[in-house]
């Protein structure tokens, strides 16, 4: 039920964010979602991607500050409220998110999200019947 995500700590100055993208170009890792969290002095670059375990070690050789991160993924059905209805489930499970990002492909929400408390989470998707995205689900989307 794991989807391993990189988080990438850049400088907000330019040409940081596109030696990150060159490392990746260069070991022809897909990237399949990514969002970028900032502060004055420097941002968070998650990504999702083809193979995170080689884009890890890629960008750790490369000098790139990178950290691996467990996150969930849920496929929701493309009506309004599907996100509302499974934020709602952990929410009334006690659970917060710490953040997470959405996003459509091939006629399927992604909701990718981190917990602080992943167990009761798994339980809470469990229960609910929602439909979470194991990591070898990612060679669908790339």
């Known amino acids: 039920m794991t989807i391993h995500q990189l988080s990438i700590f850049i400088e907000n100055r330019s040409g940081t964010l596109i030696k990150v993208l060159d490392v990746l170009k260069q070991a022809n890792i897909q990237i399949v979602a990514s969002t ?21 070690e890629e960008l750790k050789q490369a000098g790139v500050a990178v ?13 309004p409220g599907r996100a509302a209805d499974a934020v709602k489930a952990f929410s009334e499970a006690g659970i917060s998110l710490i953040y997470m990002y959405t996003f459509l492909l091939r006629g399927k929400g992604i909701m990718v999200f981190r917990t602080d408390n992943r167990p009761l989470a798994i339980e809470v998707i469990r229960k609910n019947n929602l439909r979470y995205i194991a990591e070898q689900d990612l060679t669908k989307w790339s």
């Open 67 to 79: 950290a691996l991160n467990d996150v969930l993924a849920l496929e929701l059905d493309d009506e």
């Open 36 to 56: 970028i969290a900032d502060t004055a002095e420097y941002g968070i670059y998650r990504l999702i991607c083809s193979e995170p375990l080689r884009a890890f």
